[in-house]
């Protein structure tokens, strides 16, 4: 590689599970542009079983759209010598697996569930939980609690036992009652196969645990992740979890070592890259009193980052839009769908849609039916993935005072497959609006190129080049959404607004209760609102606070979202298909 | 751009990766014949093991309880058999729950391991070992036809193929079933129902090839111990008239069917291999770029799982019924009859 100041270009392979995007950026006059993208299928499973082939055909397509040589002699040239190769090769990936991690800890509501939140912060699967408490197995009525325990982690083999539990100077004999089952299950596996342990419970207990495991297998400590009654502490178990991610799972992918040989920089998550870019947003931004946050919907995984008080949350959710997307039915019901789709559809005909999705998942919706169904998974998926994340941020200034609403967020960056390829951008935006129920007011980026993982690798090498990039078009603003909570009846007016357009025009409108209006402000284009809710419903600046905001315009304008929050659908089927058909119909989708 | 495959052939040198749910031992080597049914790898599932709380169970102290047992770290056990007692007027004994050995004693428990099963791995398909992978199974090439499908039920066998319908629309029914079905593979055209599946097992049917599967079955299906396979997916859908015409012309030859699809992110296709006597045969080469002329399926939108011959590709873009506007082919059903279609959308098949 390159000396970072004499970067001017870099080519970007994100293998994701289905597809290998190749991105080429490149210093054009005095910024830097994305130069050309080519995609191949990931060819890490079988009958290839070696990343570096999808990454090697995708090379060959950017090749020919560039006429530019950049793989020579069976390796991409790096660094660049005339016009052939580039300046720096980055990997990152979300291809491989995630990890398995078994959870072990003693009370649900605390240790257990701060441990459940800190996997969820990379890519890892919790394949089952060890506690006390019954998970109502049948096996449990005939064995004892340990005996259940080590042949859990026997049976399950995972990559990591998370043992979490006690607060600090708490609890100390049931959790060593876990460590000795982990530690008998582990010992009955071969020596090569044994899980890890992460302990994060009660830091007394450390040097127990590390004795009684020691000998076993590979023991990592780190602060209890609940280490009072009410306070929980997740970094340092994320970033442990995060390097047995990048160590068990990345490192090891085949093909890994050939892309290892090319790239000589460290492997990133795509998560992280993700997160790198909305953190940039947040920074760039510079609101104390609002975050920013991005989603990322993909094909395995959908992705959450935030960014509050220039503190950045990742949460990777274990389900997208095709791999797995049946088991997702399975555990949580068919009913989750079905109530997103604006026409009458048999659930018989829906389930086989969705199996379909999983079974040929390069496919893209070529009938309304199919888009309806694929933006009802992206729906499921976003709520999912809120729900997921929500309780492990400390949102700060921009809390809405109500735990159960979405804190005040500016912008929301949308990325993934599942997302950016709607046919229309009312399509994605109402999907978000859905998916999210933002309240406030926020600016709605598309990623249009999905790009952003890209930008994000990039950052890691070079922070003023992916600055660059993102300033030059790489996202496409869907436009500015006012979300009032509040309640009323429908029609009610929920606030009057100004809108004061930069070439001097002026419009006066008022938004009503139930409903989705949009107003013209072109892409590009800058307004003044001055916006007075009626007392009831607030913006973000208090219940009946108004007052001036500058936004920017996008491919959908000003849009306001008073349908309320939360968002409720009728229970009657024919009233719920009529109301989103017309939701459908008032953003253009 | 990237366009996925099936294969769908009647004659090519075909490579079946055969490997092993775990970590275990490779029985053959490189360059060994196989026949289907030879084992070429085996591992040791673990076993299931119990502790026994011996202190608990006679009421004495773990300190207490070594010279109360009866048996010995290492030592075979049956179901029943005494493992400790103690005397006195207050006498216990404590049983063994399972047949198998003690694996370890201590802290006034026992534990118990019982009977190892161990899962054995056939060929499957007659041939040569190209591969051998360190404890986790083997490549094994064979020449022959090979069909790929979408979605399988999990399970692995071999039969004589029959074709038991006349149009690639029509169901399997119960009433195509008969005696003559026995140790067969059948071949419908669209989908199987319940009463069919329950034919086939008392007629001791090998394996089922169909278009597609409904929803509801698939419960029913994933625990059927022979193999059904669906070409086209989930639905109601016919299977598509090339693989339709490949299968009516493999009637009457023995198959190998592996209905395995692997997990999320280790997804595997389904599959039925009809080993033919030659040794010379074609590799594949799913790389070339597409052209006219090419066969190709369909698999989305209203021509889903029709398979026809590419015309053209097509310049511009073209609008599907969402409103995108994608890269377009031309495929040909027949001289006839062409459609439009994004290249998104299809597959070649090899």
Same mark, same amino acid.
């Given at each position: 590689? $390159?000396?970072?100041?004499?970067?001017?270009?870099?080519?970007?392979?994100?293998?994701?599970?289905?597809?290998?995007?190749?991105?080429?950026?490149?210093?054009?006059?005095?910024?830097?542009?994305?130069?050309?993208?080519?995609?191949?299928?990931?060819?890490?499973?079988?009958?290839?079983?070696?990343?570096?082939?999808?990454?090697?055909?995708?090379?060959?397509?950017?090749?020919?759209?560039?006429?530019?040589?950049?793989?020579?002699? *069976?390796?991409?040239?790096?660094?660049?010598?005339?016009?052939?190769?580039?300046?720096?090769?980055?990997?990152?990936?979300?291809?491989?697996?995630?990890?398995?991690?078994?959870?072990?800890?003693?009370?649900?509501?605390? #240790?257990?569930?701060? =441990?459940?939140?800190?996997?969820?912060?990379?890519?890892?699967?919790?394949?089952?939980?060890?506690?006390?408490?019954?998970?109502?197995?049948?096996?449990?009525?005939?064995?004892?609690?340990?005996?259940?325990?080590?042949?859990?982690?026997?049976?399950?083999?995972?990559?990591?036992?998370?043992?979490?539990?006690?607060?600090?100077? =708490?609890?100390?004999?049931?959790?060593?009652?876990?460590?000795?089952?982990?530690?008998?299950?582990?010992?009955?596996?071969?020596?090569?196969?044994?899980?890890?342990?992460?302990?994060?419970?009660?830091?007394?207990?450390?040097?127990?645990?590390?004795?009684?495991?020691?000998?076993?297998?590979?023991?990592?400590?780190?602060?209890?992740?609940?280490?009072?009654?009410?306070?929980?502490?997740?970094?340092?178990?994320?970033?442990?979890?995060?390097?047995? /991610?990048?160590?068990?799972?990345?490192?090891?992918?085949?093909?890994?070592?050939?892309? #290892?040989?090319?790239?000589?920089?460290?492997?990133?998550?795509?998560?992280?890259?993700?997160?790198?870019?909305?953190?940039?947003?947040?920074?760039?931004?510079?609101?104390?009193?609002?975050?920013?946050?991005?989603?990322?919907?993909?094909?395995?995984?959908?992705?959450?980052?935030?960014?509050?008080?220039?503190?950045?949350?990742?949460?990777?959710?274990?389900?997208?839009?095709?791999?797995?997307?049946?088991?997702?039915?399975?555990?949580?019901?068919?009913?989750?769908?079905?109530?997103?789709?604006?026409?009458?559809?048999?659930?018989?005909?829906?389930?086989?849609?969705?199996?379909?999705?999983?079974?040929?998942? /390069?496919?893209?919706?070529?009938?309304?039916?199919?888009?309806?169904?694929?933006?009802?998974?992206?729906?499921?998926?976003?709520?999912?993935?809120?729900?997921?994340?929500?309780?492990?941020?400390?949102?700060?200034?921009?809390?809405?005072?109500?735990?159960?609403?979405?804190?005040?967020?500016?912008?929301?960056?949308?990325?993934?497959?599942?997302?950016?390829?709607?046919?229309?951008? *009312?399509?994605?935006?109402?999907?978000?609006?859905?998916?999210?129920?933002?309240?406030? !007011?926020?600016?709605?980026?598309?990623?249009?190129?999905?790009?952003?993982?890209?930008?994000? $690798?990039?950052?890691?090498?070079?922070?003023?080049?992916?600055?660059?990039?993102?300033?030059?078009?790489?996202?496409?603003?869907?436009?500015?959404?006012?979300?009032?909570?509040?309640?009323?009846?429908?029609?009610?007016?929920?606030?009057?607004?100004? !809108?004061?357009?930069?070439?001097?025009?002026?419009?006066?409108?008022? $938004?009503?209760?139930?409903?989705?209006?949009?107003?013209?402000?072109?892409?590009?284009?800058?307004?003044?609102?001055?916006?007075?809710?009626?007392?009831?419903?607030?913006?973000?600046?208090?219940?009946?606070?108004?007052?001036?905001?500058?936004?920017?315009?996008?491919?959908?304008?000003?849009?306001?979202?008073?349908?309320?929050?939360?968002?409720?659908?009728?229970?009657?089927?024919?009233?719920?298909?009529?109301?989103?058909?017309?939701?459908?119909?008032?953003?253009?989708? | 751009?990237?366009?996925?495959?099936?294969?769908?052939?009647?004659?090519?040198?075909?490579?079946?990766?055969?490997?092993?749910?775990?970590?275990?031992?490779?029985?053959?080597?490189?360059?060994?014949?196989?026949?289907?049914?030879? !084992?070429?790898?085996?591992?040791?599932?673990?076993?299931?093991?119990?502790?026994?709380?011996?202190?608990?169970?006679?009421?004495?102290?773990?300190?207490?309880?070594?010279?109360?047992?009866?048996?010995?770290?290492?030592?075979?056990?049956?179901?029943?058999?005494?493992?400790?007692?103690?005397?006195?007027?207050?006498?216990?004994?404590? /049983?063994?729950?399972?047949?198998?050995?003690?694996?370890?004693? *201590?802290? @006034?428990?026992?534990?118990?391991?019982?009977?190892?099963?161990?899962?054995?791995?056939?060929?499957?398909?007659?041939?040569?070992?190209?591969? #051998?992978?360190?404890?986790?199974?083997?490549?094994?090439?064979?020449?022959?036809?090979?069909?790929?499908?979408?979605? =399988?039920?999990?399970?692995?066998?071999?039969?004589?193929?029959?074709?038991?319908?006349?149009?690639?629309?029509?169901?399997?029914?119960?009433?195509?079933?008969?005696?003559?079905?026995?140790?067969?593979?059948?071949?419908?055209?669209?989908?199987?129902?319940?009463?069919?599946?329950?034919?086939?097992?008392?007629?001791?049917?090998?394996?089922?090839?169909?278009?597609?599967?409904?929803?509801?079955?698939?419960?029913?299906?994933?625990?059927?111990?022979?193999?059904?396979?669906?070409?086209? @997916?989930?639905?109601?859908? &016919?299977?598509?008239?090339?693989?339709?015409?490949?299968?009516?012309?493999?009637?009457?030859?023995?198959?190998?069917?592996?209905?395995?699809?692997?997990?999320?992110?280790?997804?595997?296709?389904?599959?039925?291999?009809?080993?033919?006597?030659?040794?010379?045969?074609?590799?594949?080469?799913?790389?070339?770029?597409?052209? $006219?002329?090419?066969?190709?399926?369909?698999?989305?939108?209203? /021509?889903?799982?029709?398979?026809?011959?590419?015309?053209?590709?097509?310049?511009?873009?073209?609008?599907?019924?969402? *409103?995108?506007?994608?890269?377009?082919?031309?495929?040909?059903? #027949?001289?006839?009859?062409?459609?439009?279609? &994004?290249?998104?959308?299809?597959?070649?098949?090899?």
């Amino acid at each position: 590689m $390159a000396e970072a100041h004499k970067i001017e270009s870099i080519l970007v392979a994100d293998c994701g599970t289905v597809l290998t995007k190749l991105s080429l950026v490149e210093r054009v006059a005095n910024s830097y542009r994305f130069v050309a993208q080519a995609n191949s299928q990931t060819t890490a499973t079988e009958p290839w079983n070696d990343l570096s082939i999808g990454v090697i055909k995708a090379v060959q397509e950017l090749e020919a759209i560039t006429g530019r040589h950049l793989y020579s002699r *069976g390796r991409i040239v790096v660094p660049r010598r005339g016009l052939e190769g580039v300046d720096a090769f980055v990997v990152i990936s979300s291809a491989v697996a995630p990890l398995r991690v078994v959870l072990a800890g003693l009370v649900r509501e605390m #240790s257990l569930e701060s =441990g459940r939140r800190a996997a969820t912060g990379t890519y890892a699967t919790i394949e089952s939980t060890l506690s006390r408490e019954s998970n109502g197995r049948e096996e449990e009525q005939v064995r004892s609690p340990q005996e259940v325990w080590a042949r859990t982690v026997r049976d399950l083999n995972p990559d990591v036992v998370l043992l979490v539990g006690g607060v600090d100077g =708490g609890a100390r004999r049931p959790v060593l009652e876990l460590a000795e089952a982990v530690a008998l299950g582990a010992s009955m596996l071969g020596e090569e196969q044994r899980p890890a342990v992460l302990y994060a419970g009660n830091a007394d207990l450390r040097p127990y645990v590390t004795k009684l495991l020691g000998d076993i297998t590979h023991v990592v400590i780190a602060d209890n992740v609940h280490p009072t009654t009410d306070t929980e502490h997740l970094g340092p178990t994320q970033l442990a979890l995060e390097e047995f /991610y990048i160590e068990e799972r990345m490192q090891r992918a085949p093909g890994i070592d050939v892309l #290892s040989d090319w790239s000589r920089l460290p492997f990133v998550p795509v998560a992280n890259a993700f997160s790198r870019v909305v953190d940039f947003l947040w920074h760039r931004e510079g609101n104390r009193d609002r975050g920013a946050l991005g989603v990322d919907v993909g094909a395995a995984t959908t992705t959450m980052a935030v960014t509050f008080s220039g503190r950045p949350y990742v949460t990777v959710y274990e389900h997208g839009v095709a791999n797995g997307i049946t088991d997702w039915v399975e555990k949580h019901g068919l009913a989750r769908m079905a109530r997103w789709i604006p026409e009458e559809l048999e659930p018989e005909a829906l389930e086989a849609m969705i199996h379909n999705l999983e079974l040929q998942r /390069y496919t893209v919706p070529q009938t309304t039916r199919e888009l309806w169904v694929q933006l009802a998974i992206v729906r499921e998926m976003l709520r999912s993935v809120r729900r997921s994340a929500q309780p492990t941020w400390d949102v700060g200034d921009a809390s809405m005072g109500h735990l159960t609403l979405m804190p005040r967020i500016d912008p929301i960056l949308i990325s993934g497959g599942g997302l950016v390829h709607t046919p229309r951008p *009312g399509q994605a935006l109402l999907t978000v609006l859905d998916g999210l129920e933002p309240v406030g !007011i926020s600016t709605v980026l598309l990623d249009v190129n999905r790009a952003a993982t890209a930008v994000g $690798a990039i950052a890691g090498i070079k922070p003023l080049l992916a600055a660059s990039a993102l300033e030059a078009g790489s996202l496409v603003s869907l436009g500015t959404v006012i979300c009032p909570v509040g309640k009323g009846r429908p029609g009610d007016v929920t606030m009057r607004i100004r !809108i004061l357009y930069g070439n001097g025009g002026e419009l006066n409108v008022e $938004a009503h209760y139930g409903e989705i209006e949009t107003w013209p402000l072109l892409v590009g284009e800058r307004a003044t609102l001055e916006i007075r809710p009626t007392r009831r419903f607030d913006i973000g600046m208090g219940p009946g606070e108004g007052g001036k905001v500058e936004v920017l315009g996008g491919l959908l304008g000003l849009v306001v979202d008073a349908r309320g929050r939360p968002l409720l659908l009728p229970e009657n089927e024919d009233a719920r298909r009529r109301l989103l058909t017309r939701w459908l119909w008032d953003v253009g989708g | 751009m990237f366009i996925p495959y099936t294969v769908a052939n009647p004659l090519l040198t075909v490579r079946i990766p055969r490997l092993l749910p775990q970590r275990g031992q490779v029985l053959v080597r490189a360059g060994d014949s196989v026949a289907p049914s030879q !084992i070429v790898a085996q591992a040791v599932r673990p076993a299931d093991f119990r502790i026994v709380e011996v202190a608990q169970e006679l009421d004495l102290s773990a300190r207490n309880t070594p010279s109360c047992l009866k048996v010995e770290r290492g030592q075979a056990i049956q179901e029943g058999e005494v493992l400790a007692a103690r005397g006195g007027l207050t006498s216990r004994v404590c /049983y063994s729950p399972l047949t198998g050995t003690v694996i370890g004693v *201590g802290r @006034g428990r026992l534990l118990l391991e019982a009977q190892a099963e161990v899962i054995r791995l056939a060929a499957l398909v007659p041939g040569y070992v190209v591969e #051998s992978r360190d404890g986790s199974g083997v490549v094994v090439e064979t020449v022959g036809a090979l069909i790929q499908a979408f979605w =399988g039920n999990g399970r692995e066998g071999y039969g004589v193929l029959r074709m038991l319908v006349r149009d690639p629309r029509h169901p399997i029914r119960a009433s195509h079933i008969n005696a003559s079905a026995q140790g067969t593979v059948l071949i419908g055209g669209s989908t199987v129902d319940e009463e069919s599946i329950a034919q086939a097992i008392e007629l001791q049917v090998r394996g089922m090839i169909v278009g597609s599967v409904l929803p509801s079955m698939i419960p029913r299906l994933r625990k059927t111990r022979f193999p059904v396979i669906a070409t086209e @997916g989930i639905g109601n859908l &016919p299977m598509s008239m090339a693989l339709f015409e490949l299968l009516r012309s493999l009637d009457g030859r023995e198959a190998a069917v592996s209905a395995r699809i692997g997990d999320r992110w280790q997804p595997m296709r389904p599959y039925a291999v009809v080993p033919m006597p030659t040794h010379a045969a074609p590799k594949l080469n799913p790389d070339l770029p597409l052209k $006219a002329g090419d066969r190709v399926r369909i698999l989305g939108g209203e /021509y889903r799982a029709r398979s026809g011959t590419v015309s053209r590709l097509l310049e511009g873009l073209i609008q599907v019924e969402t *409103g995108a506007r994608l890269p377009g082919i031309e495929i040909a059903f #027949s001289e006839s009859e062409r459609v439009q279609v &994004p290249q998104t959308n299809i597959e070649r098949l090899l």
